[in-house]
């Protein structure tokens, strides 16, 4: 890869809505990729703001369910969510979705989020040296896993660390 590609590299950060009850577990979109562009994501990572340990999940997520959101948290169309798990609505996994983390929420899980009371971590949600390209109208999205549970004024944030290119761009 080309030095003067990475010096084009934008740092980016979404956040999800604060959970009204344990109803809605925590989750977050970003915006779509312009249609005349392509992303070369480079790392992504995501945090959740609760005391507890929680398992979440990176997905990229094709059209048309990439318009549901719209840009927007929460969702224009909120049945791009799997189906209801006990009482939480909005479960993973997301429809018309691929799933990009590792998957699984045992303790040895490397999406495992550690959290104490006085400060945050965070989950590095792609292996090292692994990039990818997401096309055109697509969105990444970031969801705590159904069975961590969801709580009054929780959310989630995830960055990542792009290179937006255009359609046909050598690099």
């Known amino acids: 890869m080309r030095a003067s590609l990475l010096q084009r590299a934008e740092y980016k950060e979404w956040s999800g809505p604060q959970s009204p009850d344990s109803t809605t577990i925590p989750y977050a979109f970003s915006e779509r990729v312009p249609h005349d562009k392509c992303w070369l994501v480079l ?9 507890s340990r929680e398992a979440l ?4 997520i094709a059209p048309p369910a990439s318009y549901a959101s719209n840009g ?9 969510f799997g189906p209801s798990i006990v009482s939480q609505f909005n479960t993973p996994p997301i429809k018309g ?5 590792p998957g699984g929420v045992t303790i040895n899980s490397n999406e ?6 006085n400060s945050q971590s965070s989950v590095k949600f792609l292996p090292v040296f692994r990039s ?8 990444l999205a ?8 969801g709580g009054s004024g929780f959310f989630l944030t995830f960055s990542a660390m792009i290179i937006p290119l255009d359609l046909g761009e050598e690099i």
């Open 43 to 51: 790392s992504a990572s995501g945090r959740t703001f609760n005391s």
């Open 57 to 60: 999940w990176l997905y990229a």
């Open 97 to 101: 979705a691929t799933q990009l983390s």
């Open 142 to 149: 970031a969801v705590q896993a159904s069975n961590s549970g």
């Open 72 to 80: 927007f948290s929460p969702p224009l169309r909120p049945d791009i």
């Open 112 to 117: 495992i989020v550690c959290e104490s009371a």
């Open 132 to 139: 990818f390209f997401l096309p055109p109208d697509w969105m």
